[in-house]
């Protein structure tokens, strides 16, 4: 059952409620999938795409959890659907350890990018407690006319950048603002703003959101009785690998599709408009991939690889990443600062 809803910039209900959510969305699809009779390679690493002689992509190669064997796996056709690059910033709604590898992998393999630097920012991502945090517990909330959002001081300060939408405005807006109030010093001790849902329906919240709301309470909070503190996290984003209608990145046997693809939303999406791209770029460039004429071939594992880092280097690799995920936040994220980029790059030169 869908209930079709007004979000943040819709001009009309154009995107869909489901009872229980994302995770329930996944499970269905999930289960979809397991009846499908698709083999399905599970707790495995992506390394990097394989190519012959000619730049023709032939498959990839993965490392499996815990060891440093290689697993190879051969293909007439590879699709990549990896994700975005949120993890590059230090408060994100994708999953652990989506941090723009896809794009990496296209781009060493010859292929183009467009549009990297259109990063969505969703305005209600949790903030805390901690083992909530990056959780997008929100977006849905927003749709209810009684949700606030409110300062350190009380104030509902979306009167300052968006005073006919208020709550309502679009995603960037919101996230704009919300920037502005943290760094200005009106945010919470955790970094983050208060969303108020106190007036909201209880029933209502539970019908769109139940899962999250079992988690809140699951984590001591009671939206009946007390905001809950959230802040602006790398969401999606615009960019990606230079595709046709087919999802073809102009590399032989490479395709894109999801948030790997470019060019399908410009330099901003409105709320729900990420899932269709997914289901309908997903299904063209799969059909398109099932087309491409080659041999493939079983899983080749390679116990001998020894690809495995030793605790220095990850620990070294640690750092680094949390030198970006800083300097992203910083000056690559809702607010850019270019000096500060340069500054940064040239001190790693």
């Known amino acids: 059952r869908m209930t079709p809803t007004k979000l943040p910039g819709h001009t009309y209900p ?53 060891d440093s064997s290689l697993l190879r796996v051969h293909a007439r056709a590879t699709v990549l659907a990896m994700g975005g690059l949120g993890g590059m910033y ?30 969505q920012f969703t305005p209600t991502a949790m903030a805390h407690p901690p083992q909530l945090r990056g959780r997008n517990s ?44 943290i760094t200005e010093g009106r945010g919470t001790e955790n970094g983050g703003l208060y969303l108020d849902l106190t007036q909201v ?54 395709f894109a599709a999801g948030e790997n693809g470019g060019g399908l939303h410009g330099a901003n999406r409105l709320a729900s408009g990420g899932l269709p791209v997914c289901a309908v770029m997903g299904d063209r460039a799969g059909r398109a991939a099932a ?16 690809r495995g880092a030793d605790e220095a280097g990850e620990a070294q690799l640690g750092e680094i ?3 970006i995920r800083d300097v992203m936040f910083s000056a690559g994220g809702i607010e850019r600062a270019s000096e500060a980029l340069l500054k940064k790059k040239e001190s790693r030169c």
């Open 14 to 66: 154009r995107g869909a409620r489901v009872p229980g959510g994302g995770p329930r969305m996944m499970r269905i699809l999930g289960a979809r999938l397991a009846q499908s009779g698709a083999r399905i390679l599970e707790g495995l690493s992506f390394i990097g795409l394989l190519r012959d002689g000619g730049g023709r992509v032939v498959g990839a190669d993965f490392q499996g959890e815990g």
């Open 90 to 119: 230090p408060i994100t709604t994708n999953a652990p350890g989506v941090a723009g590898v896809g794009y990496g992998a296209a781009l060493d393999a010859g292929a183009r990018l467009r549009d990297m630097e259109f990063v």
């Open 138 to 181: 929100g977006g849905m909330a927003l749709s209810f006319p009684e949700t606030r959002l409110r300062n350190s001081l009380n104030e509902r300060f979306m009167a300052r950048y968006a005073p006919e939408d208020m709550e309502h405005a679009k995603r960037d807006v919101l996230s704009r603002a919300m920037h502005r109030e």
């Open 201 to 254: 329906s209880y029933e209502g919240l539970r019908d769109v959101m139940g899962e999250i709301i079992d988690d809140f309470e699951a984590a001591g909070l009671d939206v009946r009785k007390e905001p809950i503190e959230i802040a602006p996290a790398a969401h999606s984003c615009m960019g990606g690998v230079i595709i046709d209608t087919n999802g073809r990145t102009g590399v032989d046997g490479l």
């Open 291 to 306: 087309h491409v004429e080659g041999e493939g071939g079983p899983p080749e594992k390679n116990e001998e690889d020894g």
């Open 321 to 323: 990443e949390k030198e």
